[in-house]
Nanobody, 123 residues
Framework: QLALVESGGGLVQPGGSLRLSCVLS????????LGWGRQAPGKEREGVAC????????TYADSVKGRFTISRDNAKNAVHLEMNNLEVGDTAVYFC????????????????WGQGTQVTVSS
């Protein structure tokens, strides 16, 4: 069976930082691009960041460029999202995801999703 488990969410003030982690089990990560998406109440889920299977290429939503950094550790079957200078608009449930493709998907077209971890940015 396959599993993706996120951790690291919580409550933080605007301008603060959080580091999300996701451990994936049940499959080999070498040929999977990995990403993070988020969903706020009443809104559609949107892609936040993605890292290609090779780890060479990364993509980010315009709203988080320069503030978020995605990284992967194939040896530990993990993907991370470092979030800096957080804004109220970043409040959402964050999901990690995987797709069996060398490249990142065009628009949240992943094969597998985790259950999510809540990130709340508030003063």
């Amino acid at each position: 069976q396959l599993a993706l488990v996120e951790s690291g969410g919580g409550l933080v003030q605007p301008g603060g930082s959080l580091r999300l982690s996701c451990v994936l089990s049940g499959f080999r990560l070498d040929f999977y691009s990995l990403g993070w998406g988020r969903q706020a109440p009443g809104k559609e889920r949107e892609g936040v960041a993605c890292i290609s299977a090779s780890g060479i290429r990364t993509t980010y939503a315009d709203s988080v460029k320069g503030r978020f950094t995605i990284s992967r550790d194939n040896a530990k079957n993990a993907v991370h999202l470092e979030m800096n200078n957080l804004e109220v608009g970043d409040t959402a449930v964050y999901f990690c995801a995987a797709v069996h493709n060398w490249r990142c998907p065009e628009a949240d077209e992943y094969d597998y999703w985790g259950q999510g971890t809540q990130v709340t940015v508030s003063s």
